[in-house]
């Protein structure tokens, strides 16, 4: 089984048959980065055409047994989840009405301070907000997965421990392995998985040692080592590719709304735009390298299937709740 | 089994408990007068808190075997539905949207014209708009049921026929038996029932003969009559009860904000309110009377179960499909 827990293609008839032929099993797709609650449903409207005009390639996913369903129909289960709490505006009944309509990970913020947390490009991390404690205890009654992604520190370690459910990092690696704002401290993985969440590692070249240059078989060993020393139960794909997409679409995730001037994220003024990715992973066919590099770095057959989607099915399978 | 196919009371827990106390199995409620898309979701999360407080009272009914687990859990299961088109605002993608969030019958007008159709207070009806047949194919595809208690005649049989499910009028009685703007000539009442569709008996005093002066006899003489022209399967209660509602509600209900003067629908300058309901039908502990009328116009048990409650079940076997 494979799940890749996080893209944001400009998605395409192509993309959709490219994760056929990858045998991408399900994948969870951002579908707000800055949207309100109304711009995130005219999103939702688009997914559900996509479903109708699609049918023989994609279908929505709400809990994990979607996925058994489609992998026997032959097409890939598509999650929805959020990168930012600006679909549930300042109203935490929203959290409800979101789930309903599908949405599966939310991450609490996006860079920035939010109305529940602080983002990890803030200078100072306050932790979980006044409303961000009731909103976590929110998304564990409904069955939305606390995602930390683009969280601060103290915030995320704070999440970890207020979630009454195992939250996720969805899309980073570890700082050891690659020093980046995004990547993660030990500390916070450690708060992560032993809570029972799980770390998604991300291909994109900004997270990666060596960025675009980084080798399959550097990345797979960092794979390997983060098992050793945190368990391989709680270790997945969130790819976090960005298939298609126009360089205008990196600078809206970074500015949004919240701007007038320019802020280059993880990139920079000579390289505002998406960097190319790794020879070894351009699209939803390349999967199958990373399965051997996993083989070629020592795994074994159970270890290289519970990364490349055992373990996210098995974490679907706690947190998503049927509506 | 008893269902009641239209309320639109000021829900609180003593109504909530008078539901259990009439052995009231489920109820459609209308949330949405003149609210946008919006509105209407803050509408849905007060019902999911309600759902939360009340969980031994009421729970949210999405399709008809909801209401055999409510009966099973002493429940009563809610049903949503809308009195206008308004929640869809001008976007076909809502229709799916909103029937996720819950909705199983929308009013393709309320009084007026709509984007979709003509309502029952216009001077001329032009019958089913572009956008409207485009709408009425889309809720049919998702089980939205299109109801037609508040539009005008032609607009009515057309949508009759154009759907391709059976439609309702989900409240308003024959106008042969009470002469009044909402009640319905028999040639539309037999366009909604010979396509299978439903009509459910108001007991709203507007729609009644004589008004709040009349009888249970009356009453139930007047359904079996319209058992015997039109078939008995095709029949059921939308009681229109506005329980506890204050008369500014039913300002609301005629005025919402198309008008800047007042417009008393149904009603009078000397009588603007809301009636008040005949001595027998008071609030949801009155089913029971209706019952017994029923016999005493001579309807069998079996007739009778299928009044109040076993059509109505039927038919959400039919129309209701689960997102």
Known sequence: MRIDNLQYANWSETIFRQLREGNVDAIHVTIAYHENFRETVLNIEQWNR???????????GRVAADIDRAIEAGQTAVFFGFQNPSPIEDDIGLVEIVHTLGARFMQLTYNNQSLLATGCYESEDTGITRMGRQVIAEMNRVGLVVD???SADRSTIEAADLST??????HANPAVWAPARRNKSDDVIRAVTQNGGMLGFSLYPHHLLGKTECTLQSFCQMIADTADRFGIEHL????????????????????????????????????????????????????GNIERGLGEVGMNAAEIAAIMGGNWYRFYTESFTAP
Chains 1, 2 share one sequence.
């Open 50 to 60: 996509w479903f109708e005009q699609y049918p023989d390639l994609i279908t929505h």
């Open 236 to 287: 997945g794909l969130g790819s976090d590719l960005c298939q298609d997409q126009p360089d205008s679409v990196v600078e809206w995730m970074r500015v949004g709304r919240w701007s007038k001037t320019i802020d280059y994220g993880e990139g920079s003024a000579s390289a505002a735009g998406f960097p190319p990715m790794p020879d070894w992973f351009v699209d939803n066919r390349d999967f």
């Open 165 to 170: 459910r195992p939250i996720a990092i969805t």
């Open 148 to 150: 930390m992604s683009h």
